[in-house]
């Protein structure tokens, strides 16, 4: 089994920085991909931005230039600066492991106030 923890969530102005952590722990063999997921109030969950093995960083457009997504492959660990914070990126946000098999987290509240 793999637990998967997110933390750094809270509240912040409009213009401000977070940084996410996502940590993996368990029976893990090797993690494939990382990722950010979020989903705002009576929305559907979106890739904000993933960093595969090996691979290159993606990220959607609407955080292109104001989010950074890396990894500590030693710590099984993701992080998610995110800098020049809106009101619309206000959401939950979760992260997601694959082993390859997905492990989810429980999600952290990111709320931006304008």
């Known amino acids: 089994q793999v637990q998967v923890v997110e933390s750094g969530g809270g509240l912040v102005q409009a213009g401000g920085s977070l940084r996410l952590s996502c940590a993996a722990s368990?029976?893990?063999?090797?993690?494939?991909?990382m990722g950010w997921y979020r989903q705002a109030p009576g929305k559907q969950r979106e890739l904000v931005a993933a960093?595969?093995?090996?691979?290159?960083?993606n990220y959607a457009d609407s955080v292109k230039g104001r989010f950074t997504i890396t990894r500590d492959n030693a710590k099984n660990t993701v992080y998610l600066q995110m800098n020049s914070l809106k009101s619309e990126d206000t959401a939950v946000y979760y992260c997601?492991?694959?082993?390859?098999?997905?492990?989810w987290g429980q999600g952290t509240q990111v709320t931006v106030s304008s």
């Open positions: 368990g029976s893990i063999f090797s993690i494939n991909f």
């Open positions: 960093i595969p093995s090996g691979g290159r960083t």
């Open positions: 997601m492991v694959a082993t390859p098999r997905d492990y």
